[in-house]
Protein backbone atom coordinates (compact mmCIF):
# COMPACT_ATOMS: atom_id res chain seq x y z
CA UNK A 1 0.00 0.00 0.00
CA UNK A 2 2.98 2.46 1.09
CA UNK A 3 4.64 2.02 -2.10
CA UNK A 4 0.95 2.27 -4.54
CA UNK A 5 0.75 5.51 -2.71
CA UNK A 6 4.26 6.67 -3.62
CA UNK A 7 3.74 5.56 -7.33
CA UNK A 8 0.07 7.48 -7.40
CA UNK A 9 1.61 10.56 -5.89
CA UNK A 10 4.73 10.27 -8.53
CA UNK A 11 2.08 10.31 -11.26
CA UNK A 12 -0.40 13.21 -10.22
CA UNK A 13 3.09 15.32 -10.35
CA UNK A 14 4.13 14.16 -13.36
CA UNK A 15 1.29 14.65 -14.68
CA UNK A 16 1.16 18.62 -13.69
CA UNK A 17 4.68 18.84 -15.16
CA UNK A 18 3.41 17.12 -18.57
CA UNK A 19 3.44 20.54 -20.74
CA UNK A 20 7.43 20.36 -21.34
CA UNK A 21 9.47 24.07 -21.97
CA UNK A 22 12.20 24.74 -23.55
CA UNK A 23 14.40 27.96 -23.52
CA UNK A 24 14.01 29.70 -26.79
CA UNK A 25 17.18 31.22 -28.32
CA UNK A 26 16.92 34.40 -29.71
CA UNK A 27 17.47 35.74 -33.22
CA UNK A 28 20.39 37.48 -32.34
CA UNK A 29 21.65 34.23 -30.21
CA UNK A 30 20.94 32.33 -33.56
CA UNK A 31 22.64 34.71 -36.36
CA UNK A 32 25.86 34.94 -33.36
CA UNK A 33 26.45 31.01 -33.46
CA UNK A 34 26.26 30.75 -37.16
CA UNK A 35 28.54 33.90 -37.25
CA UNK A 36 26.41 35.96 -39.51
CA UNK A 37 27.07 38.77 -36.74
CA UNK A 38 30.02 39.26 -34.73
CA UNK A 39 29.97 39.99 -30.97
CA UNK A 40 30.58 43.28 -31.09
CA UNK A 41 27.80 43.41 -33.32
CA UNK A 42 25.57 40.92 -30.68
CA UNK A 43 26.52 43.44 -27.93
CA UNK A 44 24.94 46.24 -29.70
CA UNK A 45 21.61 43.88 -30.38
CA UNK A 46 21.09 42.99 -27.25
CA UNK A 47 22.03 45.44 -24.78
CA UNK A 48 20.00 46.61 -21.97
CA UNK A 49 16.47 46.99 -22.98
CA UNK A 50 13.27 49.30 -20.88
CA UNK A 51 11.62 45.63 -20.03
CA UNK A 52 13.16 41.87 -20.18
CA UNK A 53 12.66 38.61 -19.31
CA UNK A 54 14.49 35.45 -18.75
CA UNK A 55 14.09 32.20 -17.80
CA UNK A 56 15.54 31.50 -14.43
CA UNK A 57 16.56 35.47 -13.64
CA UNK A 58 12.87 37.02 -13.83
CA UNK A 59 11.69 39.93 -15.31
CA UNK A 60 14.18 42.97 -15.67
CA UNK A 61 13.16 46.52 -15.54
CA UNK A 62 16.25 49.61 -16.91
CA UNK A 63 16.06 53.28 -16.56
CA UNK A 64 16.96 54.83 -20.03
CA UNK A 65 20.50 55.70 -19.14
CA UNK A 66 21.22 52.70 -17.93
CA UNK A 67 22.88 53.54 -14.32
CA UNK A 68 19.96 51.09 -12.37
CA UNK A 69 18.36 48.04 -12.72
CA UNK A 70 16.21 45.91 -11.24
CA UNK A 71 15.10 41.99 -11.70
CA UNK A 72 11.94 40.43 -9.86
CA UNK A 73 11.96 36.85 -9.94
CA UNK A 74 10.88 33.91 -7.63
CA UNK A 75 11.14 30.14 -7.01
CA UNK A 76 8.79 27.48 -6.05
CA UNK A 77 9.22 23.89 -4.58
CA UNK A 78 6.76 21.76 -3.75
CA UNK A 79 7.54 18.35 -1.88
CA UNK A 80 6.27 15.07 -0.85
CA UNK A 81 7.77 13.19 1.50
CA UNK A 82 7.17 9.65 3.26
CA UNK A 83 9.22 8.29 6.23
CA UNK A 84 8.80 4.65 6.48
CA UNK A 85 10.03 3.94 10.35
CA UNK A 86 11.98 0.28 10.51
CA UNK A 87 10.69 0.40 14.37
CA UNK A 88 7.07 2.78 14.14
CA UNK A 89 5.08 2.81 16.82
CA UNK A 90 1.49 4.59 17.78
CA UNK A 91 3.97 7.47 19.77
CA UNK A 92 6.21 7.57 16.44
CA UNK A 93 4.34 6.22 13.44
CA UNK A 94 5.41 6.39 9.45
CA UNK A 95 4.27 9.85 7.91
CA UNK A 96 3.05 11.34 4.59
CA UNK A 97 3.88 15.00 4.41
CA UNK A 98 3.32 17.68 1.58
CA UNK A 99 4.81 20.92 1.98
CA UNK A 100 5.43 24.08 -0.06
CA UNK A 101 9.32 23.60 1.28
CA UNK A 102 10.67 26.78 -0.53
CA UNK A 103 8.80 29.49 -1.94
CA UNK A 104 11.31 32.56 -2.57
CA UNK A 105 10.85 36.25 -4.25
CA UNK A 106 13.77 38.20 -4.77
CA UNK A 107 15.23 41.95 -6.25
CA UNK A 108 18.65 42.16 -7.51
CA UNK A 109 19.71 44.51 -9.77
CA UNK A 110 22.16 47.55 -9.99
CA UNK A 111 22.59 50.81 -8.51
CA UNK A 112 23.88 54.40 -9.74
CA UNK A 113 26.92 52.20 -11.31
CA UNK A 114 26.82 48.87 -12.74
CA UNK A 115 29.27 47.80 -9.88
CA UNK A 116 27.47 48.53 -7.67
CA UNK A 117 24.85 45.71 -7.57
CA UNK A 118 22.37 44.54 -4.34
CA UNK A 119 20.17 41.18 -3.67
CA UNK A 120 17.03 40.96 -1.54
CA UNK A 121 15.71 37.70 -1.23
CA UNK A 122 13.22 36.40 1.05
CA UNK A 123 11.65 32.24 1.83
CA UNK A 124 7.97 32.88 2.37
CA UNK A 125 8.09 29.28 3.55
CA UNK A 126 9.64 30.49 6.82
CA UNK A 127 7.06 33.51 6.90
CA UNK A 128 6.49 35.01 10.49
CA UNK A 129 9.74 33.13 11.60
CA UNK A 130 13.62 35.32 11.56
CA UNK A 131 14.55 33.24 8.75
CA UNK A 132 12.36 34.50 6.37
CA UNK A 133 14.55 37.26 5.13
CA UNK A 134 17.76 35.18 3.65
CA UNK A 135 19.81 37.19 1.23
CA UNK A 136 20.01 41.50 1.63
CA UNK A 137 23.55 42.81 1.12
CA UNK A 138 25.66 45.68 -1.11
CA UNK A 139 28.04 44.41 -3.33
CA UNK A 140 30.76 46.93 -4.80
CA UNK A 141 33.20 45.88 -7.43
CA UNK A 142 37.01 47.78 -7.95
CA UNK A 143 37.84 45.19 -10.27
CA UNK A 144 37.07 41.25 -10.93
CA UNK A 145 39.99 40.29 -8.37
CA UNK A 146 38.71 42.98 -5.52
CA UNK A 147 34.96 43.33 -4.67
CA UNK A 148 33.48 44.61 -1.55
CA UNK A 149 30.01 42.86 0.42
CA UNK A 150 28.09 43.84 2.82
CA UNK A 151 24.67 42.81 4.33
CA UNK A 152 23.37 39.21 5.39
CA UNK A 153 24.06 36.20 3.00
CA UNK A 154 25.63 32.87 3.20
CA UNK A 155 28.66 31.70 5.26
CA UNK A 156 31.00 30.92 2.56
CA UNK A 157 31.85 27.72 4.21
CA UNK A 158 31.31 24.45 2.37
CA UNK A 159 30.72 23.93 -1.75
CA UNK A 160 27.22 22.35 -1.69
CA UNK A 161 25.90 24.83 1.19
CA UNK A 162 27.23 27.62 -1.42
CA UNK A 163 25.38 25.78 -4.15
CA UNK A 164 21.65 27.40 -4.61
CA UNK A 165 18.45 24.57 -3.25
CA UNK A 166 17.65 25.41 -6.36
CA UNK A 167 20.21 24.16 -8.43
CA UNK A 168 20.70 20.75 -6.46
CA UNK A 169 21.32 16.94 -8.20
CA UNK A 170 19.03 15.41 -5.56
CA UNK A 171 15.83 17.11 -3.91
CA UNK A 172 18.27 18.66 -1.12
CA UNK A 173 21.61 18.78 0.23
CA UNK A 174 23.24 15.71 1.69
CA UNK A 175 23.19 15.07 5.85
CA UNK A 176 26.86 15.95 5.97
CA UNK A 177 26.43 19.28 4.34
CA UNK A 178 23.61 20.07 6.53
CA UNK A 179 25.73 19.24 9.81
CA UNK A 180 28.50 21.46 9.24
CA UNK A 181 26.93 24.33 7.52
CA UNK A 182 26.97 27.81 9.40
CA UNK A 183 23.83 29.00 7.72
CA UNK A 184 23.23 32.84 7.02
CA UNK A 185 24.71 35.64 9.25
CA UNK A 186 25.70 39.36 9.09
CA UNK A 187 28.57 40.83 8.16
CA UNK A 188 31.21 41.80 5.40
CA UNK A 189 33.27 40.00 2.84
CA UNK A 190 35.91 40.69 0.77
CA UNK A 191 35.99 38.63 -2.72
CA UNK A 192 37.12 38.00 -5.97
CA UNK A 193 37.72 35.44 -9.33
CA UNK A 194 41.28 35.88 -10.30
CA UNK A 195 42.99 35.20 -13.66
CA UNK A 196 38.63 35.41 -14.96
CA UNK A 197 37.85 33.03 -12.68
CA UNK A 198 40.93 30.29 -12.50
CA UNK A 199 41.23 31.14 -9.01
CA UNK A 200 38.24 33.01 -6.15
CA UNK A 201 38.37 34.06 -2.94
CA UNK A 202 36.26 34.90 0.13
CA UNK A 203 36.84 35.79 3.70
CA UNK A 204 34.52 37.72 5.73
CA UNK A 205 33.87 38.92 9.01
CA UNK A 206 30.30 38.41 10.83
CA UNK A 207 28.54 38.90 13.53
CA UNK A 208 28.59 35.56 14.77
CA UNK A 209 24.84 34.55 15.83
CA UNK A 210 23.24 33.65 13.02
CA UNK A 211 20.19 34.63 10.69
CA UNK A 212 18.93 37.68 10.80
CA UNK A 213 19.93 37.66 14.56
CA UNK A 214 21.70 40.53 16.70
CA UNK A 215 24.80 39.50 18.60
CA UNK A 216 25.08 41.24 22.31
CA UNK A 217 28.47 40.57 23.34
CA UNK A 218 31.56 41.49 21.02
CA UNK A 219 32.85 38.11 20.08
CA UNK A 220 32.68 37.41 15.68
CA UNK A 221 33.12 34.72 13.67
CA UNK A 222 35.14 34.73 10.58
CA UNK A 223 35.15 32.65 7.18
CA UNK A 224 37.37 31.84 4.47
CA UNK A 225 37.15 30.03 1.18
CA UNK A 226 39.50 29.44 -1.88
CA UNK A 227 39.13 27.69 -5.17
CA UNK A 228 41.07 26.94 -7.77
CA UNK A 229 39.74 25.89 -11.22
CA UNK A 230 42.42 24.95 -13.73
CA UNK A 231 39.91 24.71 -16.62
CA UNK A 232 37.75 27.60 -16.32
CA UNK A 233 35.66 28.84 -13.59
CA UNK A 234 32.77 26.13 -12.94
CA UNK A 235 29.74 27.53 -11.29
CA UNK A 236 28.11 26.90 -7.95
CA UNK A 237 25.20 24.32 -9.71
CA UNK A 238 25.12 21.01 -9.68
CA UNK A 239 24.61 18.37 -12.87
CA UNK A 240 26.34 18.77 -15.98
CA UNK A 241 23.14 19.91 -17.90
CA UNK A 242 25.20 21.66 -20.70
CA UNK A 243 26.93 18.66 -21.58
CA UNK A 244 30.10 20.32 -21.02
CA UNK A 245 32.63 19.72 -24.17
CA UNK A 246 35.29 20.24 -22.10
CA UNK A 247 36.58 18.74 -18.40
CA UNK A 248 35.82 21.01 -15.87
CA UNK A 249 36.85 20.88 -12.04
CA UNK A 250 37.25 22.93 -9.24
CA UNK A 251 39.11 22.27 -6.32
CA UNK A 252 38.36 24.42 -2.74
CA UNK A 253 39.35 24.70 0.90
CA UNK A 254 37.81 27.05 3.91
CA UNK A 255 37.88 27.33 7.38
CA UNK A 256 35.02 28.99 9.97
CA UNK A 257 35.68 29.84 13.43
CA UNK A 258 33.36 31.16 16.19
CA UNK A 259 32.99 31.44 20.36
CA UNK A 260 29.07 30.97 20.93
CA UNK A 261 28.14 30.99 25.04
CA UNK A 262 26.04 27.53 26.50
CA UNK A 263 23.33 29.04 28.25
CA UNK A 264 21.53 26.04 29.22
CA UNK A 265 21.89 22.14 28.96
CA UNK A 266 21.19 22.02 25.49
CA UNK A 267 20.96 25.60 24.36
CA UNK A 268 23.51 28.28 23.22
CA UNK A 269 22.90 31.68 23.05
CA UNK A 270 21.50 31.21 19.41
CA UNK A 271 20.36 28.45 17.27
CA UNK A 272 20.92 30.62 14.22
CA UNK A 273 23.62 29.27 13.68
CA UNK A 274 22.99 25.89 11.82
CA UNK A 275 25.42 23.83 13.06
CA UNK A 276 24.50 25.01 16.63
CA UNK A 277 21.00 23.62 15.91
CA UNK A 278 19.33 20.11 16.86
CA UNK A 279 20.52 18.89 13.60
CA UNK A 280 24.08 20.07 13.66
CA UNK A 281 27.08 18.82 14.71
CA UNK A 282 27.39 21.04 17.69
CA UNK A 283 24.20 21.06 18.54
CA UNK A 284 24.52 17.10 18.96
CA UNK A 285 27.43 17.11 21.65
CA UNK A 286 26.27 20.22 23.64
CA UNK A 287 26.08 18.03 26.28
CA UNK A 288 29.82 17.81 26.43
CA UNK A 289 30.05 21.18 28.48
CA UNK A 290 29.34 22.94 31.11
CA UNK A 291 26.34 25.57 31.00
CA UNK A 292 27.32 29.07 30.80
CA UNK A 293 30.93 28.28 29.23
CA UNK A 294 31.92 29.69 25.96
CA UNK A 295 32.59 27.33 23.28
CA UNK A 296 35.25 28.53 20.71
CA UNK A 297 34.29 26.34 17.52
CA UNK A 298 36.50 25.88 14.62
CA UNK A 299 35.73 23.93 11.43
CA UNK A 300 37.59 23.21 8.60
CA UNK A 301 36.74 21.62 4.81
CA UNK A 302 37.95 20.66 1.94
CA UNK A 303 36.32 19.78 -1.75
CA UNK A 304 36.27 19.18 -5.34
CA UNK A 305 33.60 19.06 -8.02
CA UNK A 306 33.84 17.85 -12.02
CA UNK A 307 31.72 18.15 -15.31
CA UNK A 308 32.29 16.61 -18.45
CA UNK A 309 30.04 15.39 -21.24
CA UNK A 310 26.87 15.05 -19.24
CA UNK A 311 28.44 13.05 -15.79
CA UNK A 312 29.34 14.78 -12.87
CA UNK A 313 30.87 14.41 -9.23
CA UNK A 314 31.53 15.80 -6.39
CA UNK A 315 32.60 15.25 -2.79
CA UNK A 316 33.40 17.32 0.61
CA UNK A 317 35.11 16.57 3.60
CA UNK A 318 34.59 18.39 6.84
CA UNK A 319 36.34 18.46 10.11
CA UNK A 320 34.80 20.31 13.43
CA UNK A 321 36.16 20.88 16.90
CA UNK A 322 34.40 22.91 19.87
CA UNK A 323 36.37 23.92 22.96
CA UNK A 324 35.26 25.09 26.44
CA UNK A 325 36.82 27.91 27.92
CA UNK A 326 36.44 26.70 30.93
CA UNK A 327 36.10 22.83 31.20
CA UNK A 328 38.77 22.33 28.60
CA UNK A 329 36.53 19.63 27.39
CA UNK A 330 36.68 18.91 23.57
CA UNK A 331 34.02 17.87 21.18
CA UNK A 332 35.59 16.86 17.41
CA UNK A 333 33.47 15.75 14.61
CA UNK A 334 33.65 14.85 10.70
CA UNK A 335 32.08 13.30 7.96
CA UNK A 336 32.16 13.65 4.07
CA UNK A 337 29.66 13.02 1.23
CA UNK A 338 30.17 11.92 -2.41
CA UNK A 339 28.09 11.99 -5.07
CA UNK A 340 28.15 11.01 -8.55
CA UNK A 341 25.46 11.93 -11.40
CA UNK A 342 24.98 11.04 -15.45
CA UNK A 343 22.19 12.69 -17.80
CA UNK A 344 21.14 9.14 -19.48
CA UNK A 345 19.22 11.47 -21.79
CA UNK A 346 21.25 14.61 -22.76
CA UNK A 347 20.32 17.44 -20.51
CA UNK A 348 16.60 15.72 -19.68
CA UNK A 349 16.66 12.74 -17.88
CA UNK A 350 19.63 12.24 -14.88
CA UNK A 351 20.80 9.55 -12.37
CA UNK A 352 22.81 9.91 -9.82
CA UNK A 353 24.15 8.14 -6.35
CA UNK A 354 25.14 9.78 -3.16
CA UNK A 355 26.35 8.22 0.12
CA UNK A 356 26.64 10.96 3.17
CA UNK A 357 28.63 10.14 6.25
CA UNK A 358 29.06 11.81 9.84
CA UNK A 359 30.54 10.88 13.11
CA UNK A 360 29.08 13.74 15.48
CA UNK A 361 31.46 12.74 18.24
CA UNK A 362 34.43 11.08 17.23
CA UNK A 363 35.45 9.80 21.51
CA UNK A 364 31.98 8.08 21.29
CA UNK A 365 31.66 4.46 19.91
CA UNK A 366 28.54 3.35 17.98
CA UNK A 367 27.10 6.98 17.11
CA UNK A 368 27.82 7.28 12.94
CA UNK A 369 24.72 8.24 10.86
CA UNK A 370 24.87 7.12 7.09
CA UNK A 371 22.48 8.08 4.16
CA UNK A 372 22.50 6.44 0.99
CA UNK A 373 20.68 7.36 -1.57
CA UNK A 374 19.75 7.25 -5.27
CA UNK A 375 17.85 9.78 -7.47
CA UNK A 376 16.38 10.74 -10.83
CA UNK A 377 16.10 13.78 -12.08
CA UNK A 378 14.10 15.25 -15.29
CA UNK A 379 14.33 18.57 -16.56
CA UNK A 380 12.08 20.42 -18.91
CA UNK A 381 14.03 23.39 -18.49
CA UNK A 382 17.88 22.96 -16.84
CA UNK A 383 16.94 23.79 -12.99
CA UNK A 384 14.06 26.32 -14.23
CA UNK A 385 11.47 23.68 -14.20
CA UNK A 386 11.98 20.25 -13.40
CA UNK A 387 10.74 17.17 -11.30
CA UNK A 388 12.91 15.00 -9.31
CA UNK A 389 12.51 12.05 -6.82
CA UNK A 390 15.35 10.50 -4.54
CA UNK A 391 15.16 7.34 -1.89
CA UNK A 392 17.25 7.17 1.07
CA UNK A 393 18.10 4.67 3.56
CA UNK A 394 19.19 6.31 6.92
CA UNK A 395 21.53 4.00 9.06
CA UNK A 396 21.44 5.10 12.54
CA UNK A 397 23.88 3.09 15.27
CA UNK A 398 22.84 4.60 18.27
CA UNK A 399 19.39 3.57 17.22
CA UNK A 400 20.43 0.25 15.64
CA UNK A 401 17.64 1.37 12.54
CA UNK A 402 17.58 1.59 9.02
CA UNK A 403 14.66 4.04 8.25
CA UNK A 404 13.77 4.78 4.54
CA UNK A 405 12.73 7.71 3.16
CA UNK A 406 10.81 8.51 -0.30
CA UNK A 407 10.63 12.17 -1.77
CA UNK A 408 9.35 13.50 -5.10
CA UNK A 409 9.70 17.17 -5.44
CA UNK A 410 8.56 20.10 -8.42
CA UNK A 411 10.58 22.56 -8.88
CA UNK A 412 9.76 26.42 -10.84
CA UNK A 413 12.01 29.17 -11.11
CA UNK A 414 11.10 32.34 -13.09
Known amino acids: MKHRNIAAVSAILAATMACTTAEAKTLEDI???????????????????????????GFTLTSPDEKFQLTLGGRLQTRYT???????????PDSSKWEAKRIKFWLKGYAFTKDLT?????????SGSSKMLEHAYL???????????????????????????????????????????PGYDVGAKLHGDIMKGLATYEFGIYGGAGQS?????????????????????????????????????SIGANYYRNTLNKTA???LETNAITLAGSSGWLGK???????????????????????????SAQAEYLIGQADGQTSNKTLRAHGFYAQAGYCIIPKTVEVAFRYSYVDPNRDTA??????????VSYYFSKHNLKLQADVTNTHDQRTKTDDKQYRLQAQIIF
Open 139 to 181: NYRLIDEVQLLAGQTKVPFGRQWLNSSGSQQFVDRSMASDMFR
Open 285 to 311: GLSTFATSEKIDVNAWGVDAAFKWLGA
Open 31 to 57: LKEKGVITEADYKEVTKSKAFDYKVGN
Open 366 to 375: NDLITDTQGA
Open 82 to 92: FTDLEENSASK
Open 265 to 267: TTT
Open 213 to 249: TVRSSNDNAIAARATINPFGKMAYSESDLDTSPKPLL
Open 118 to 126: YLYQVDFAN
